[in-house]
């Protein structure tokens, strides 16, 4: 199994609370992902890092920020949550833009 | 708009009964990959398929990549209640690598 370790893996919150999800990775993967997965939506990218310091945008990026300070971790933070976050995010790690995607095992967040 | 397109969305089956789960998309894709993902878990690589018309085999799955490489398909002979999960199907935009595109997924459930 790839070393990818999510932390914490349930969190329940209060709205407007600021709330940070770490990914830690023991791989040495380059490439870095944050989803969010929802009944009907599927997964869906948040933000992704290609490289330390270096992140993008996905297509659910709003109210949400990442920093990737080292190799091994890629952080996604929610400013001021609110209840739409409510949600299970998976981190994801991949050696190379177009390789297979190695998965966290999520952390469940409620947004109260 | 959803660009992979699975079906069923649902199914439930007896044990030893065969099923088909259909990704499809009006976009040609470079390479599709199909996870599996179980309750409290990550999704999980099952295989990629990369060339047009290619068969994979693993165990009792069978996969196909269309010839136009705009679809796929993942068949199961003998359904086990092992193979309860989440079907995942993601792939590679022709001449967009830097994000995988994901299904909604098939939710199987095999009953012994």
Known sequence: D?????????????????????????????????YRQDPGHGLRLIHYSYGVKDTDKGEVSDGYSVSRSKTEDFLLTLESATSSQTSVYFCAISEYVVGIQYFGAGTRLSVL | TQLLEQSPQFLSIQEGENLTVYCNSSSVFS????????????????????????????????????????????????????????????????????KLIWGLGTSLAVNP
């Open chain 2, 31 to 98: 390479s599709l990959q199909w996870y599996r993902q179980e309750p409290g878990e990550g999704p999980v690589l099952l295989v990629t398929v990369v060339t047009g018309g290619e068969v994979k085999k693993l165990k009792r799955l069978t996969f196909q990549f269309g010839d136009a490489r705009k679809d796929s398909s993942l068949h199961i002979t003998a359904a086990q209640p092992g193979d309860t999960g989440l079907y995942l199907c993601a792939g590679f935009e022709a001449g967009n690598n830097r």
């Open chain 1, 2 to 34: 790839a070393g990818i370790t999510q932390s914490p893996r349930h969190k329940v919150t209060e709205t407007g609370t600021p709330v940070t999800l770490r990914c830690h990775q023991t791989e040495n993967h380059r490439y870095m992902y944050w």
